[in-house]
Each structure stands twice: as C-alpha cells, then as structure tokens.
DNA sequence: CAAGATTGACGTATCAATCTTA
DNA sequence: TAAGATTGATACGTCAATCTTG
C-alpha cells in the first residue's frame, strides 16, 4: 500500500500510455527496464522494511547502523559509521538519538580525541541484531536471490556495482 | 549525502565485515549482489529526486502524478490514479494537495458519481512537466540505462519485472 | 455497510545553523 | 578556520479515524 511507479504498464510491447502527451522520451524499451528497476527497488524495500518494523520494532536504518557496529567488533567513531553507511552526520545523529533512547547503542567519548564519540552496541543491542538478523537473511534470499539464476545474479551484481560506483564517485560534483 | 548502505566493500572476493559477529547469515556472494542491488537503487532514486528537487521544483511523486495525468489525457479519477501509482489513497490526497496548492492540478468532482473526483492537469502543471520530462529521461539513460550493454538491461528488465511481479501478487497476504 | 476520499498525528530524512574542540 | 557532532525547522509518507455518498 505504497511507494511504487506502476502496476499498468504490464505488456511491454504495446504503447505504453506514461508520457505520451510529453512525448514519449523514453522508448518503449527503455521504459520498461527503469520501470521494472524502480518498481522492483521500491517493493523490495518496502518489504524488507516491513518485516523488520513488524516483527522486530526496528527501522531498515536501525538495522544497518546495529550490523555495523557489530561487524567493527561492537564500537565505531561516528564519523566512521556516518561515512560507511554513506549518511549524512546530521541523519546519523537522529538515528543515534532513538536507538540510545531505547537502550540498544551507548555515545562514548573517545580519549584521543575530545571531539569525537564512539557508537557502542550494548547487550540488549546485540541481543535485537542476533534476533533479526537470521529472518532478515531468509527474506533477502526470498525475494531477491532465488527468484534469479546463477548467471542473472551475476549480471545483476556486476551492472549494479558498475552503476553505483558511478554515482557515488560524482556525488557532490556538478 | 544520504540513503546508501556501503561504501566500505568494494571487493567481493575478501571476507565482508558486516554481520561477522552474529554469523554471516548471506554468505559473501549473496552480501555482494544484495548490497550492490541496495546501493544502486538509492543512489539512482537520490539522483534522480535531487535533479527533479534542484531543477524543476518538484519531488519524484509529483512528477508521476503529472506524468500519469498527462498519460491519461489530461484527467483520472483519484481512486485509479491511487491505483496506478500502487499508492494509497492518503499518501495521494497529500500529494494532490501539494499539486493543488501550487496551481498544477485541480480537482473536479465527476458527475456520476457524487463522490468522485478527476484530478485534472492544468495549464502551468503541464508546462512544468513538459519541461522536466526531457532532462529527467536523459538523466535515466546517463545514470541507469547507457552503463548497460544490452544483453545486460534485457536481463535486468527481466528479473526485474519478476521479482516486482512476485511481490507485488503477494501484498496484504501473511 | 462498503467505496471514494480526506484529515490529523506521528515518525523519519533533509537542510541550514550552531556549538565545541583540534 | 576546519572537523566532529548536534539541533530545530520543515517536508513527506504512513497509519488510524473520519466523513460522505452509493
């Protein structure tokens, strides 16, 4: 019951009806794939997303932000953490804010530096990752990897690095 | 600056930190094609929203609601336009009365049924989107569509159109 | 009472401004 | 004055409740 482009446009070899008027910039082809591409994307968010806010209280970011800091041994300075999950600093610290308020991260200061502050993951943290993590797996393969063919899996992970790669390098720029 | 999930594991091949400690549930082939999908399709839908942002004044979904309406001819009831955009009807009527506020839509209700309405593109609804229509499907092609051969976008549309398809038949159910 | 549509409250992301320390 | 981090205002999407007409 959201975030997606279109549930019409089912045949892609009939004129699609989206931007005739405008005159049709994108060709039937083309249309098709960033249709799909975006459709796909937003569903398959929608239904992870889901899964994690039902049966584990917790946000896509909660999640992220838990996995890496358990993946850097249970503590990172933000600015590490805000660089790994590519956020900004200022949508770390929102995050940071909620997931302290409910017990499962802790700030700490850093010696070295005065400026600087540790994420810590806490027990009952760890205790939610553990928890959802295993289901969150299962639901990846679910919807993402076994619907694909070995070779499509491939393609697929090699034209998306290609095309991400691309945007984060010139991110900013222009 | 925002919603990207890694930027730390640029190499398959070596051991992913994420989820180490609560057992590396996707193994490192699975965690490749997952995360590459992940950061693709957020960096592609933050590029294309801060050009239609930056550009042309409008969000993502102000734009499909413009390009639906100029697909249907100009007009379409509420309930299909919700319908094809896969959006409920609250998050459309929010939309429409941005639209609406700003002079590009306008709602009129339906004769037959008394509690129907069209929303209905304007004069200055169209001019705008005529004029980011253009720009924003060169920006697909750069961004999505050209970094693909062809063999590689007709099997992306593929599995696309297949998982979109797959989860899409099973909304609401569980 | 079901269908079309709206409303208001809440949660999260973004942006610009700010504060503190190197 | 630059880097690490926070803050508050604003915008959008979601949800549950509501209103009106069939």
Known sequence: VNGVTDGSTDVPDDDPPALRGTGAHLDA?????WTRFLDASRLVEE??????????????SDFEVLV??????????????AEQCVWSRSRLSHTLDRLEARGWIERRPVPEDQRGFDAVLTEPGWASLAEAAGPHAELIREILLLPLTASERSTLGAAMDRIARALRDRRGVE
């Open 47 to 60: 239904r992870i997303a889901r899964h994690l806010s039902d049966d584990h209280a917790m946000t896509h």
């Open 68 to 81: 890496r800091l358990d993946g850097a041994g249970g503590a990172l300075r933000l600015s590490a953490l």
């Open 29 to 33: 082809d083309e249309l098709f794939t």
